[in-house]
């Protein structure tokens, strides 16, 4: 099955600075999506790119996606002390069965 | 502010003994998922449910874990005997399937349940 990769594991940096998560995947996707959770919390929906669109914005948060390398990156511009979290790729299959492949999480921390 | 509910929020249990946990989904969402989440696995999904039916458990140790859903506005999962390794914080999330297509798979996740077999 399709597995969402995210590198780098572990992040840490000052609060204002920006931080990226890459994701890699192996097989065709219908739409990848990222989700925060916080410690102690369940994961949260931040945003979902189909396969057919390249890059994606909501608030703070660009998703750039390029389906001929497989790779999805998630940026966060002028981070916060609340941004600290673990960030999950997921990829959703073409077939559309509803199921999510996740990733095993990126941890940010953001230092204020 | 529809959330999904899962109860408890902690166990604390022995080896041996049963454990269910429950998970009210979102109401008018028609697909439910249970995940495990361990450091060591990251997160694992052991059930999914659609319409009330089970698709697909293969994921679930079958001899000791069940998953079902008796009515729409409740899903369960139970181990019995726990055993050590079972200690996770387990996830039920819930999503919405359109008949007309155009799936945008979007999972909402509850809070989970932190399970501790001792």
């Known amino acids: 099955s399709q597995q969402g990769e995210e590198d780098p594991q572990a992040l840490s940096i000052q609060e204002g600075e920006n931080a990226t998560m890459n994701c890699s995947y192996k097989?065709?996707?219908?739409?990848l999506q990222w989700y925060r959770q916080n410690s102690g919390r369940g994961l949260v929906h931040l945003i979902l790119i189909r396969s057919n669109e390249r890059e994606k914005h909501s608030g703070r948060l660009r998703v750039t996606l390029d389906t001929s390398k497989k790779s999805s990156s998630l940026l966060i511009t002028a981070s916060r002390a609340a941004d600290t979290a673990s960030y999950f790729c997921?990829?959703?299959?073409?077939?559309?069965?509803?199921?999510?492949?996740f990733g095993k999480g990126n941890q940010v921390v953001v230092i204020p | 502010d529809a959330r999904v509910t899962q109860t408890p929020r902690h166990k604390v249990t022995e080896m041996g003994q049963e454990v269910t946990m429950r998970c009210q989904p979102i109401?008018?969402?028609?697909?439910v998922f249970w995940y495990r989440q361990t450091m060591m696995q990251g997160l694992e999904l052991l059930a999914y449910?659609?319409?009330?039916?089970?698709?697909?458990d293969s994921g679930m140790p079958k001899d000791r874990f069940s998953a079902e859903m008796p009515d729409a506005t409740l899903a369960t999962l139970k181990i019995q005997p726990s055993e050590p390794r079972d200690s996770a914080v387990y996830f039920c999330?819930?999503?919405?399937?359109?008949?007309?297509?155009?799936?945008?798979?979007?999972?909402?996740f509850g809070a989970g349940t932190r399970l501790s077999v001792l």
């Open positions: 997921a990829t959703a299959p073409v077939w559309g069965n509803n199921r999510l492949a």
């Open positions: 999330a819930s999503g919405l399937v359109l008949v007309t297509g155009g799936v945008e798979n979007i999972q909402y």
């Open positions: 097989t065709s996707i219908n739409n």
């Open positions: 449910f659609r319409n009330r039916a089970p698709l697909d």
């Open positions: 109401l008018g969402h028609n697909t």
